[in-house]
């Protein structure tokens, strides 16, 4: 998450330099921690926070657990890792529901801290889960604050309740204790109310969102918090926690540019944990919140968790399995191409999703030149070809390869280039379909041929690359995690190696034009 590169930036570099020695001294310990405390300092961690932490970290690495150990830096790491998990709120706290609904869920926060926003987010990610939920519009002081709502609530689809027009008009207590009693009678699960905020903490809306509490008695009063207002996090959440107390915490905007000492603050100050982060503007845009996987983030471990079970979400498995019949029997088609390449959209932004590798905090000049576009592009040519076309590009001569380079508004020799990749895309795929090791096009050869019986070959598939060239090891450790049982570690990510730049161009080429 872009919130916390620069935090990421300084960690991994003190870390780099840490690994180069190899017992540790006590001055090398303070060294460490002193850079670690700046680096907190610098993302506007509460300095509370920053104090505790750091003596934490330093206690430990001074103890026997560094001392012992076979690689002191990594044990350091582990420490580092350890505590980041600490002061995110250890264990991840799901939603607590009613055991006789509706479950009545409370937002609360600022004005402009992204509660209408988060509210649409939460009713279209229950709605997933199988729950009916009612939006109800509490919001009676901002301007076209409830029209806001009903605009979302369509967007995501849920129903809700505003009786009153707002903009200074209505009783939103009443709105309220209305909309928990119209949940009831329509039989909706789960109640999300969304109530007003202000530039700043004031008497007046805490008087307010306490009102609508004591009314409704919610099972969840979710504290949602803009994670780009730094120092300020911690004098509001305490304002709120004061004034009208709440049970979770939403970080909202982590995509932006913010230093991310409200994440690393909020949750370490008041107690209470952090359930949700939302990650961008659009609706599909929110995550449960998991301490230890943040925790990798920062420190550029990865998050290979969370990057598979958006991938589950996405891809449909008897699609899957069809695809891989399709690859063994040499049938798949640019028509398939197309439907992979939408699968993969499902989940979102190639960016994001290759910043959970681990490592990839090293490459993020490559990962910005990187041009999602390129899918549009390459979805444009395919579906300017005909339904013949896609199934068999051999037939594409000059004539009609001009024709769809016209219709997708590209070039011939963008349409070229895509079905020259797409025929060694399939070659690849399909070497890896009957259990071999592909040849990476700009990677050199990767392996021998299928049913190789040579001692280098069954030293590599039990035990991987030995190679000293990164790019080549990263290829051929692919290779053979896919050809590898079911058994295996999925998306052939094995050891966690971060990709090369040179699988990060290959993935771009067989997307796009490259």
């Known amino acids: 998450m872009a919130t916390f590169g620069t935090l990421s930036d300084r960690l991994t570099e003190t870390f780099r330099n840490l690994r180069k020695k190899g017992q540790l001294t006590p001055a090398d310990v303070d060294g460490t921690v002193r850079e670690i405390r700046r680096a907190l300092l610098d993302a506007d961690v509460a300095l509370p926070v920053v104090k505790e932490f750091t003596a934490a970290v330093r206690e430990r690495a001074l103890g026997d657990e560094v001392n012992r150990a076979?690689?002191?830096?990594?044990?350091?790491?582990?420490?580092?890792?350890?505590?980041?998990?600490?002061?995110l709120g250890g264990q991840q706290r799901r939603l607590q529901f009613a055991k006789n609904p509706p479950t009545v869920i409370m937002l609360a926060g600022l004005q402009g801290s992204g509660k209408t926003t988060f509210a649409g987010?939460?009713?279209?990610?229950?709605?997933?889960?199988?729950?009916?939920?009612?939006?109800?519009?509490?919001?009676?002081?901002?301007?076209?604050?409830?029209?806001?709502?009903?605009?979302?609530?369509?967007?995501?689809?849920?129903?809700?309740?505003?009786?009153?027009p707002g903009n200074g008009v209505g009783?939103?207590?009443?709105?309220?204790?209305?909309?928990?009693?119209?949940?009831?009678?329509?039989?909706?699960?789960?109640?999300?109310?969304?109530?007003?905020?202000?530039?700043?903490?004031?008497?007046e809306l805490m008087k307010q969102a306490?009102?609508?509490?004591?009314?409704?008695?919610?099972?969840?009063?979710?504290?949602?918090?803009?994670?780009?207002?730094?120092?300020?996090?911690?004098n509001t959440a305490k304002a709120f926690q004061d004034g009208v107390d709440f049970t979770g915490v939403v970080l909202s905007k982590l995509d932006g540019d913010a230093r991310g000492g409200a994440a690393l603050s909020v949750a370490s100050v008041t107690g209470r944990p952090i359930i949700f982060a939302?990650?961008?503007?659009?609706?599909?845009?929110?995550?449960?919140?998991?301490?230890?996987?943040?925790?990798s983030r920062i420190l550029d471990l990865g998050d290979i968790l969370t990057l598979i079970e958006q991938a589950q979400q996405a891809f449909d498995e008897a699609e899957a399995m069809k695809v891989a019949e399709k690859l063994a029997t040499e049938t798949f088609t640019l028509e398939d191409f197309l439907e992979q390449m939408q699968q993969m959209k499902k989940m979102g932004s190639m960016k994001k999703m290759l910043g959970m590798l681990p490592g990839m905090g090293s490459m993020k000049q490559q990962l910005e030149d990187f041009d999602e576009r390129e899918i549009d592009r390459t979805e444009a040519i395919i579906r300017s070809m005909t339904l013949v076309e896609r199934r068999n590009p051999k037939i594409l001569n000059g004539s009609r390869r001009l024709r769809i380079a016209r219709g997708?508004?590209?070039?011939?020799?963008?349409?070229?280039?895509?079905?020259?990749?797409?025929?060694?895309?399939?070659?690849?795929?399909?070497?890896?379909?009957?259990?071999?090791v592909p040849n990476i096009p700009g990677m050199g050869p990767v392996g021998g041929k299928p049913g190789a019986s040579?001692?280098?070959?069954?030293?590599?598939?039990?035990?991987?690359?030995?190679?000293?060239n990164p790019a080549k090891r990263a290829a051929e450790n692919a290779g053979i995690a896919a050809a590898a049982p079911a058994t295996g570690s999925g998306f052939g990510l094995g050891g966690q190696k971060a990709p090369s730049e040179a699988d990060l161009a290959e993935l771009q080429k067989m997307l796009g034009r490259g």
Do not use: W
């Open 171 to 203: 009783d939103p207590v009443k709105v309220a204790r209305d909309g928990v009693a119209y949940a009831t009678r329509q039989q909706h699960d789960i109640v999300i109310i969304d109530t007003a905020g202000r530039l700043g903490v004031d008497a």
């Open 408 to 436: 997708s508004g590209m070039t011939v020799t963008d349409v070229n280039q895509l079905v020259q990749r797409f025929d060694q895309a399939a070659k690849m795929m399909k070497t890896v379909a009957r259990g071999g």
């Open 454 to 468: 040579s001692k280098r070959g069954k030293q590599q598939k039990a035990k991987g690359s030995r190679s000293g």
């Open 70 to 87: 076979l690689n002191p830096a990594q044990q350091v790491v582990q420490i580092v890792n350890d505590e980041l998990v600490g002061i």
């Open 278 to 295: 939302s990650t961008g503007e659009g609706l599909d845009d929110v995550e449960p919140f998991y301490p230890d996987r943040m925790a």
């Open 121 to 164: 987010k939460l009713a279209k990610m229950l709605e997933k889960d199988g729950h009916t939920p009612l939006l109800v519009a509490c919001d009676l002081q901002r301007p076209n604050a409830v029209d806001q709502l009903q605009v979302v609530a369509e967007r995501a689809g849920a129903a809700i309740y505003a009786p009153e």
């Open 210 to 234: 306490a009102d609508i509490r004591t009314a409704t008695q919610p099972d969840e009063v979710l504290f949602v918090i803009d994670a780009m207002i730094g120092q300020d996090a911690v």
